[in-house]
């Protein structure tokens, strides 16, 4: 009898965490349509910025540098080190919203979601490398950028916090960088 609860109780499990599993994988999904729809709004909007796909990121360059198209451009490397300025928000439809900003290091970000800069000294440019501890969506997304791009690095939950809340982030948010790339050393 106590074998027969055992095995029942394993089945239980195993299919509560299938459902979850694929419950979680629906959410993903849904983001990433979300995702899409966000990337086809802005081609709308801009139809010069390019969209480049990395590992599960895709980044919008709104403003390229002045090396676009030019041949022999060297641009960030996996290992690399970049300079840039980056507000970071929820991804929730088809642009971005101040009221979804959750970080930001750049002064006229602040300025235009409203926030209180009493403490402006967090305001000042970000220099991380690549090997850094930085979550995969957004590592994925800055490989490839050239000095003085501006761009848009979306990614899924699943490429972001994970299961984890961060901050006032909930878990499993898809999120968006808006970032302002100064310079990048691949040295």
């Keep these: 009898m106590k074998e027969r609860r055992v095995i029942i109780a394993a089945a239980v ?4 965490s299938s459902c979850d599993k694929q419950s979680v994988q629906s959410i993903y999904d849904r983001q990433e349509t979300t995702i899409s729809n966000f990337v086809e709004a802005q081609l709308k909007a801009d139809p010069d910025a390019t969209v480049t796909y990395n590992g599960g990121s895709v980044r919008i360059t709104l403003h390229d540098t002045m090396y676009k198209g030019v041949e022999g451009a060297d641009s960030l490397r ?15 439809g088809t642009s971005l ?17 409203g926030w ?48 984890k809340k961060k901050g006032t ?12 790339v100064n310079s990048f050393d691949n040295e």
């Design 78 to 92: 996996a290992g690399g080190t970049v300079s840039f300025y980056y507000a970071g928000y929820t991804l929730s």
């Design 97 to 113: 919203s101040s009221a979804n900003m959750f970080a930001t290091n750049r002064k006229e970000a602040a300025e235009s979601a």
């Design 13 to 16: 499990i195993a299919l509560l």
């Design 169 to 180: 982030v909930p878990p499993r948010s898809a999120l968006a960088f808006h970032v302002w």
């Design 116 to 163: 209180a800069l009493s403490d402006e000294s967090q305001f000042h440019i970000e220099t991380l490398s690549l090997d850094d501890d930085l979550i995969e969506g957004l590592r994925n997304g800055l490989v490839g950028v050239q000095n003085q791009d501006e761009c848009i690095i979306l990614f899924s939950g699943k490429y972001g916090f994970g299961a």
